[in-house]
């Protein structure tokens, strides 16, 4: 409940930056929809209101993922798909491109982060990627702050690492340095 808990309900917005890269994005997906399904498309969206309703409604559904993503699983649902994608099928797509190189959606990459005890370096992340995020976004603050607040420095974080590991960067969690034996005199 809202008074039990330090996390409120619901899911941080984007900045209005963000927000216009993403509208920006789901216009680009839905322009090669339009190429690669030229048909079916203007079966499926024949008013220009029908298509803008749909357009937000991906955009809701989507704003979780990076843009590259998107765009990447936009182009496997046009590979593999004979007819016009679904949402289903489209985030099916996104998360199949981020599971292809091993990460995991940055959403349950936050609440990994959030939820993983310490010490931080000796959990078994599911990928290296989700540490440095959470390293990044500082583990007091995120332990500390509302998901409100928190989610956005997170996001931001693991976004950076995505695009660095989808581009074929190796990332590694740092080892653990052990304290020196102490020696009495």
């Given at each position: 409940s ?12 984007p ?11 789901i ?25 803008n309703?749909?357009r ?9 993922y ?39 959606a ?14 931080k ?33 997170f996001?931001?974080h ?13 990332l590694?969690?740092p080892?653990?340095?052990a ?7």
């Open positions: 809202q008074t039990t808990s330090a996390t409120p309900t619901g899911r941080a917005e900045t209005p930056e963000q927000r216009q890269r993403l509208i920006e994005a216009n680009q997906v839905f322009a090669l929809f339009r190429l690669n399904y030229h048909n079916q498309f203007f079966a499926a969206y024949p008013a220009e209101d029908d298509l309703h749909v937000r409604l991906w955009l809701d559904a989507l704003a979780d990076p843009i590259d993503v998107i765009f990447r699983g936009a182009r496997t649902a046009i590979e593999r798909n004979d007819y016009l994608p679904t949402l289903n099928r489209m985030l099916e797509a996104c998360r199949q491109s981020l599971t292809d190189i091993g990460l995991s940055p959403r349950d990459a936050y609440l990994e982060a959030c939820a993983a005890p310490s010490p370096a000796d959990y078994a992340w599911s990928h290296p990627a989700v540490y440095l995020a959470g390293r990044d976004s500082d583990w007091f603050y995120l332990a500390n702050n509302t998901e409100r607040v928190t989610w956005p420095v996001r931001d693991y976004e950076n690492y995505l695009m660095r590991a989808s581009r074929g960067e190796t590694t969690i080892e653990r340095k304290l020196p034996q102490q020696k009495t005199t």
